[in-house]
C-alpha cells in the first residue's frame, strides 16, 4: 500500500497572496488566478512559466498535429521526452494536456488552453487540501468545484491569447510569456 504526500508551495510571500484566496470566499476567482500565477512565475526554483517556456513543451503540442490516435500520441510524447532527456513537471503537464486536445482542428489553441489549465490545477493541488473546512471551501467537493472553478477561468484567460501560426522555439517562449502577463493579470 502506498502513500502521497502533498508537495506544498513554497512558504513565501507571493503564495500566501495565493493562498489567502483559498479561505477567503470575498476573493474573486480572478484574483486567486491571478495570485496564484503570480507566484508561480516568481519564485526562484520551480518557476512555472520558465518550464513551461521550453522548446520541449511546443515540442509535446505539435505531436497533436502528428499522431493518429492517442496511443500513437501517448507514446510519441513519452519518445519526445526520452529524447530530449527534459523530463519535468511541465512535461507531464504538456503530456495530459496534448492527450485532451487529440483530434482537434484548433491544436494549437487548444493545447496552449489545456496545458495552463492543468498547470493551475496542479498548482492549485499542492496546497488546497490543507485549506479544506477553513473558510472558502468546506468539504472536498467544494475544493474539486473551487479547483475546477479556477481551472477554467485559467482556461478561459488563455483563451483570449493570439495564438502564433507555428511553435517555433522563440514564439513559443514569447507566446508563454504573453499568456503568464495575461493570467497574471496584464495585458
Same mark, same amino acid.
Given at each position: ?10 512558504? #513565501? ?26 507566484? !508561480? ?40 521526452? !526520452? ?35 492543468? !498547470? #493551475? ?46 511553435? #517555433?522555439?522563440?514564439?513559443? !517562449? ?14
Amino acid at each position: 500500500m502506498g502513500t502521497s504526500v502533498n508537495q506544498s508551495s513554497p512558504h #513565501t510571500l507571493n503564495w500566501k497572496a495565493a493562498q489567502a484566496g483559498y479561505r477567503d470566499p470575498s476573493i474573486p476567482i480572478n484574483r486567486v488566478t491571478t495570485e496564484i500565477w503570480r507566484a !508561480a512565475s516568481n519564485q526562484p526554483a520551480g518557476n512555472l512559466e520558465q518550464l513551461l517556456a521550453h522548446p520541449i513543451i511546443a515540442q509535446i503540442g505539435a505531436l497533436v498535429e502528428r499522431s493518429s490516435s492517442s496511443l500513437d500520441l501517448s507514446r510519441k510524447s513519452a519518445l519526445e521526452i !526520452a529524447r530530449s532527456k527534459h523530463s519535468s513537471l511541465a512535461t507531464e503537464i504538456a503530456r495530459r494536456a496534448c492527450l485532451q486536445v487529440a483530434g482537434t482542428k484548433d491544436w494549437r489553441r487548444d493545447f496552449t488552453v489545456r496545458l495552463f489549465a492543468e !498547470a #493551475t490545477a496542479y498548482l492549485v493541488s499542492r496546497d488546497l487540501p490543507g485549506y479544506v473546512g477553513l473558510g472558502r471551501v468546506h468539504n472536498v467537493e467544494e475544493a474539486a468545484r473551487f479547483k475546477l472553478s479556477l481551472s477554467q477561468h485559467a482556461a478561459d484567460v488563455v483563451a483570449r491569447v493570439d495564438v502564433p501560426r507555428e511553435f #517555433t522555439e522563440s514564439s513559443w !517562449a514569447s507566446h508563454v510569456k504573453k499568456v503568464v502577463s495575461h493570467l497574471r493579470g496584464g495585458r
